[in-house]
Nanobody, 121 residues
Framework: VQLQASGGGLVQTGGSLRLSCRAS????????FGWFRQAPGKEREFVAS????????KYVDSVKGRFTISRDNARNTVYLQMNSLKPEDTAVYYC???????????????WGQGTLVTVSS
């Protein structure tokens, strides 16, 4: 499975971005997906995940109510809609895929290359 993340960029505080993660080479509908992020000088952390059916989602507390993860099985794409962005959301965002979904990196087998999100104050 290959994952291609896109949609990052520079945005002001309070703005919005939508990240996309397109998957190829596997059975998309059987995969769970997660988004992780790594800020400069920090460990990579879990942001959000979605089950293979889309019926279950999880979020880190710091993004609840601001970020929404979704999937479009017809387009083999997972999205992360990010609203009310804050400077502390600045990071490289990675999408990941696996046969299960959750909040830990070890649960995922495949990783994308990352897309940079910068939120200016």
């Amino acid at each position: 499975v290959q994952l291609q993340a896109s949609g990052g960029g520079l945005v002001q505080t309070g703005g919005s971005l939508r990240l996309s993660c397109r998957a190829s080479g596997g059975t998309f509908s059987r995969l769970g997906f997660g988004w992780f992020r790594q800020a400069p000088g920090k460990e990579r952390e879990f942001v959000a995940s979605i089950s293979w059916s889309g019926g279950s989602t999880k979020y880190v507390d710091s993004v609840k109510g601001r970020f929404t993860i979704s999937r479009d099985n017809a387009r083999n794409t997972v999205y992360l809609q990010m609203n009310s962005l804050k400077p502390e959301d600045t990071a490289v965002y990675y999408c990941a895929a696996g046969t299960v979904f959750g909040g830990t990196e070890s649960q995922y087998d495949y990783w994308g290359q990352g897309t940079l999100v910068t939120v200016s104050s």
